[in-house]
């Protein structure tokens, strides 16, 4: 470590700085405090108690911010949440301390390396966070649907993205879907077993089910009582004395009057009757059949209300979604530049690295770790820079490097448009990559600049067959 005094390097062992004197009792018990906490980190990362490591690992840093070990396990842990941006941002820092105190092989740059080479987990890791912020503005405008419909795309790309679930399991309690927030919430434990988050989230939905089994069981308890109630006799009826009937002849007398008397009610009253109402039933049925009609007309001309209104808010959704794109773009491309940035500094392009991030501000980065970064890799690189800016391309040209030689001449022409040198080397790349147009394009637009390399440009122009156009525009 080092003297906090006179900066001067010392072994643990000693009680004083042996050039200064320095009392370092207070030095000893901060790293000893910062190593307890980092072995309490590790022990809690090797469960999967991964919120409960960050907490350690954090205060172990409070203590001691050089302590290598524990930014790369903190690095790490944020990766398996889902947090790539900061656990780059970490294993960065990591670095630089290293480059500083002069320590070599750290497993750091091995995590960036591989992070950096898997150019398609990187894309699907932008796409989910891109995704997770329209999501998130949903779901604070009130579009629950469109956010929970973002918010699976996301987890389907990127499966660990701790927040991601939480914020999915947060809108199915909104909507009363616990069984899909259960499910939710089990995929949070495997990845983090003690989230504080998730463990509120099942508390709560614990809670409602209490509720529901408690109205369950009293309903049940209402319906046994009523059942007792009842009484198990009532449906029981008693049974007369048997007597056997005498055979008569009158029963059959009766009989006869009766049925002439039922032949003549029926002749003289009933008949008549079953007519009229036969002629009544017939107006009914027609009645019935335009009352039905109307009804279905309505039902009809309902329907295609309701459909023109469901219509109008998809066309709304749309343009909420189209607006949210937009309102990402910055963002998006902030970060694009930094990761692009982030890839050349590794290579030891640091021109290259810097020339990323012009145009850019230092508050265009949220987080401390992000700004510490663009301050490390921008080193005040501005116009004054285009000359190395420009040797390296010019390098590259020669060197038959051409993709990288016309990504060097994009980023001069970001920076200064009219650059004629910028303008004639990348249709040179174009031309020796065979893409006739683009370098037809760069050609005509350093002749109409009317500056220095016109001749050349002309003589580019003749050797692939092409005139000059006489109306180009810079």
């Not at 840093?61 to 690095?75: T, V, W």
């Not at 107006?283 to 009609?293: D, P, Q, T, V, Y």
């Not at 692939?464 to 109306?471: A, I, L, N, Q, R």
Request: some cysteine; overall charge positive.
């Amino acid at each position: 470590m080092r003297c906090p005094r006179c900066d001067t390097l010392i072994t643990m062992e000693e009680s004083h700085c042996r050039y200064c004197g320095q009392n370092l009792s207070v030095i000893h018990r901060a790293v000893r405090c910062s190593n307890a906490y980092y072995n309490i980190g590790l022990e809690k990362a090797r469960v999967r108690d991964l919120t409960g490591a960050i907490q350690a690992l954090q205060k172990c840093l409070h203590f001691n911010k050089h302590h290598q070990e524990a930014r790369n396990l903190l690095g790490l842990v944020l990766f398996e949440m889902g947090e790539v941006t900061t656990a780059l941002c970490q294993w960065l820092i990591s670095s630089h301390y290293s480059e500083e105190n002069h320590i070599k092989d750290n497993v750091a740059d091995h995590y960036i390396r591989v992070v950096s080479r898997n150019l398609i987990g990187l894309d699907q890791m932008k796409n989910a966070i891109k995704r997770y912020n329209k999501a998130l503005f949903e779901a604070q405008t009130g579009n629950d649907d469109v956010a929970i419909i973002q918010l699976r795309k996301v987890i389907t790309l990127h499966p660990n993205f701790v927040r991601a679930l939480q914020l999915i399991t947060l809108l199915y309690i909104k909507n009363k879907e616990y069984a899909k927030a259960t499910k939710c919430l089990k995929q949070i434990r495997k990845i983090d077993f003690n989230n504080t988050v998730m463990l509120r989230y099942m508390h709560e939905i614990g809670s409602v089910f209490a509720e529901n089994n408690r109205e369950t069981e009293n309903h049940i308890r209402e319906i046994r009582q009523q059942v007792r109630r009842k009484n198990s006799l009532e449906n029981v009826k008693p049974v007369g004395a048997y007597q056997e009937d005498k055979r008569k002849w009158m029963p059959f007398v009766y009989a006869g009057i009766g049925f002439i008397i039922a032949l003549i009610v029926c002749l003289v009253l009933i008949l008549p009757t079953v007519k009229g109402k036969t002629v009544d039933a017939n107006s009914n049925f027609i009645a019935n059949s335009n009352e039905k009609l109307s009804v279905k007309d309505a039902q009809l001309s309902m329907a295609e209300k309701e459909k023109k209104e469901l219509q109008n808010q998809v066309n709304d959704l749309e343009e909420k979604v189209k607006k949210a794109d937009k309102a990402n773009e910055k963002e998006i491309k902030v970060y694009t530049d930094m990761m692009e940035g982030i890839r050349y500094y590794l290579n030891k392009d640091k021109v290259l690295a810097a020339a990323y991030l012009y145009g850019h501000k230092e508050e265009d980065y949220p987080t401390s770790a992000s700004k510490e970064i663009y301050r490390k890799i921008y080193m005040e690189f501005g116009e004054d820079q285009l000359e190395s800016l420009y040797n390296q391309g010019v390098q590259y040209f020669e060197g038959a490097r051409y993709e990288d030689g016309a990504v060097i001449f994009k980023l001069m022409l970001k920076i200064q448009k009219d650059h004629a040198d910028a303008l004639y080397f990348l249709g040179r790349c174009y031309q020796m990559q065979q893409n006739t147009e683009k370098a037809k394009e760069y050609y005509n637009k350093v002749i109409a600049l009317n500056k220095e390399r016109v001749n050349e440009s002309k003589e580019r122009l003749q050797e692939m067959g092409v005139s000059p156009e006489k109306t180009a525009q810079p």
